[in-house]
C-alpha cells in the first residue's frame, strides 16, 4: 500500500522518483566542468566515461533516488522467473567513485546561463552538461489508475512499485481473459508490453490453465512489431499459439471493481471495446521527462532536441543527451544507451579538443523478445528498421541460447560493463563475427 501512495504521488509530482536527499547539498560544489543530470543507465554509464576523460572531482551527478534499477530485467520478474531484488543496487554502489553525487532533483534547466536549478533552490553552474533524464510514466492518464492497483489482477512491468503484482495476477489466474496493453505514445522497450504477454501464455500452459484462458493482445500501433523480419515470427508465434492480437486500440479505462478494461479504437474514436480481465497488464502511456519538456532544450514534442548522429544538442553545443529523453527516432533502450554511450564519449572528446564529431550512431537497438521460459527472439536493428545482428545465425528464430543472453549475460554486462563505462555495445564483435562484412 505504501508503494502504491509512493507511485501516486510521483504522479502528482510528475517524477519518477521522489526520495530527497538533502544532507549533501550544504557539500556541494556550485560549479562542475562536466554535470550529469540523472543517475539511470545512461547517467552512470557517461560518469564513469567522463571520470575517465576529466577526473573524478569534475564531474558531477544530479539523481534524487537511492536506488538504481536494471529495468530490462523487470520482464523476467513479472513472469516469476527473477526477484524483484536482483533489479535493483544502490546508486552509492553503481556511483563511480569520487564523482559528486547531487542527491536531489532537478527543476529548471537553464541553458542561457549554463545553469540547472535543483528542487531544494541551489543552482549547480556547468560548463558541458549532458542530460539523461529518462521518460515520464503516466498511468494517471489511464482513467482508474495508478489507484487500480490496489486491487488484485492487474500488474504492470514498467515500474519497480507493480512489477510483482503482475507475477501475483499471473499466478492468481483461474479462467477467463489474460489481456495486454500498448499505449499510443512513444514507449521504453516496445517489445516490452509483449514479452509479457508470451510468458504468461507459457506459464498458464505449464499450469495446465491455458484452456480455460484466453490470451488478448491489445496494441496502439498497426502493427505487432516495427521490423518486418521480427514482425513475421511475431505473427507465427500469435497463431501457433492462439493468441488474439487487436490492433489500433488504446486502453483508455480499468474498472478494477468490475474486472473490465476499455480500449479507444484508434481508427474510430468514437468506438469503445469493454473487456472483461481474469488478468490485466498494462503498459502505460509514456512521454517526455518534465524538467526537459520545460526549458529550452526541448523540440516541440518535449524530448531533448539533439543531432541524431552525434548526439550534441541542436541548438547548445555544450549540452549533449542519451537515451530515453532524446529524440533519437530508434526505439528507446538499454541496449540503444550502450550504442549512445560510445558515441558519445567520442563527440565530446572531439569537442574538448575543438574538433569535429566523427563517430556517427546509427540508430543501433535491441530488444530481446522474449517468448517463453526458454525461448528469445534476438531483435536488433538500426535507424532505417534494418537487422543489424550480431550474431551469424538467423535472429528472427527463437533460440534457447539468446534466452541465455538476455537472463544471465546481459545483466552482467549492464552491472559490470555499462554502467562502469565499458560497454559501448556489440558493434565490434558484430564485426568480428561477420568477419568485418556487417
Ligand atoms: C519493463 C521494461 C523492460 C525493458 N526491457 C529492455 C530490454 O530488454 N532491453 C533493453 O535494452 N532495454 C529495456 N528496457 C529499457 C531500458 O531500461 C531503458 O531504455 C533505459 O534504462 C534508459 O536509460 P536512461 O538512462 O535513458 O533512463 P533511466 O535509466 O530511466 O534513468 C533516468 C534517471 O533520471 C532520473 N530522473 C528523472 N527525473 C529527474 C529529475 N528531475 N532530476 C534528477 N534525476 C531525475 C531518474 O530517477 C532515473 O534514475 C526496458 C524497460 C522496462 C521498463
Not at 25 to 34: D, E, G, S, V
Not at 177 to 198: E, L, R
Not at 221 to 230: A, I
Not at 274 to 286: C, D, G, K, Q, T
Request: net charge positive.
Amino acid at each position: 500500500m505504501a508503494a502504491l501512495h509512493l507511485l501516486r504521488k510521483q504522479h502528482l509530482v510528475g517524477n519518477t522518483i521522489s526520495h530527497l536527499h538533502t544532507s549533501s547539498q550544504a557539500f556541494t560544489k556550485q560549479h562542475y566542468k562536466m554535470l550529469v543530470l540523472g543517475g539511470g543507465s545512461g547517467g552512470i554509464a557517461m560518469s564513469a566515461r567522463m571520470k575517465r576523460m576529466l577526473g573524478a572531482e569534475n564531474v558531477a551527478v544530479v539523481e534524487p533516488s537511492e536506488m538504481h534499477y536494471y529495468q530490462p530485467i523487470w520482464t523476467l520478474v513479472g513472469a516469476g522467473a527473477k526477484s524483484v531484488a536482483s533489479s535493483g543496487r544502490s546508486t552509492a554502489s553503481v556511483m563511480p567513485s569520487g564523482v559528486k553525487w547531487v542527491k536531489s532533483k532537478v527543476q529548471q534547466i537553464n541553458p542561457k546561463t549554463n545553469t540547472v536549478l535543483l528542487d531544494d533552490g541551489t543552482e549547480i553552474a556547468y560548463e558541458y552538461l549532458i542530460v539523461a533524464l529518462g521518460l515520464q510514466l503516466h498511468y494517471e492518464r489511464i482513467k482508474g489508475l495508478p489507484e487500480g492497483f490496489e486491487h488484485p489482477k492487474i500488474g504492470s512491468n514498467y515500474s519497480v512499485q507493480t512489477v510483482e503484482k503482475t507475477k501475483k495476477a499471473l499466478q492468481d489466474f483461474k479462467e477467463g481473459n489474460a489481456v495486454f496493453s500498448f499505449p499510443n505514445t512513444p514507449v521504453k522497450c516496445p517489445g516490452a508490453p509483449q514479452k509479457i504477454m508470451y510468458l504468461s501464455d507459457a506459464f498458464l500452459r505449464k499450469t495446465g490453465k491455458r484452456e480455460s484462458a484466453k490470451v488478448m493482445y491489445y496494441t496502439s500501433l498497426p502493427v505487432l512489431f516495427g521490423v518486418k523480419k521480427y514482425a513475421d515470427s511475431l505473427w507465427e508465434i500469435v497463431k501457433r499459439r492462439d493468441i488474439q492480437v487487436t490492433l489500433r486500440h488504446n486502453l483508455i479505462e480499468v474498472r478494477p471493481d468490475k474486472q473490465q478494461a476499455v480500449f479507444e479504437n484508434l481508427d474510430n474514436p468514437s468506438e469503445t471495446k469493454v473487456i472483461e480481465y481474469e488478468m490485466l497488464h498494462v503498459a502505460p502511456p509514456m512521454g517526455p521527462n518534465l524538467a526537459v519538456k520545460a526549458s529550452l532544450l526541448a523540440d516541440e514534442a518535449g524530448w531533448l532536441d539533439v543531432n541524431k548522429e552525434t548526439l550534441q544538442h541542436k541548438k547548445f553545443p555544450n549540452v549533449f543527451g542519451i537515451g530515453d529523453c532524446t529524440n533519437l527516432p530508434t526505439p528507446k533502450t538499454a541496449a540503444a544507451v550502450a550504442a549512445q554511450s560510445a558515441v558519445l564519449n567520442r563527440t565530446i572528446s572531439k569537442i574538448l579538443t575543438n574538433e569535429i564529431p566523427d563517430k556517427k550512431y546509427d540508430g543501433y537497438t535491441s530488444c530481446p523478445l522474449v517468448t517463453s521460459y526458454n525461448t528469445v527472439i534476438m531483435a536488433e536493428f538500426d535507424y532505417n528498421l534494418q537487422p543489424l545482428e550480431t550474431f551469424p545465425i538467423n535472429q528472427a528464430k527463437e533460440s534457447r541460447v539468446m534466452y541465455h543472453m538476455k537472463a544471465d549475460v546481459m545483466p552482467h554486462l549492464y552491472w559490470h560493463g555499462l554502467l562502469r563505462g565499458l560497454w559501448g555495445g556489440p558493434e565490434i564483435y558484430r564485426k568480428v563475427l561477420h568477419l568485418g562484412f556487417k
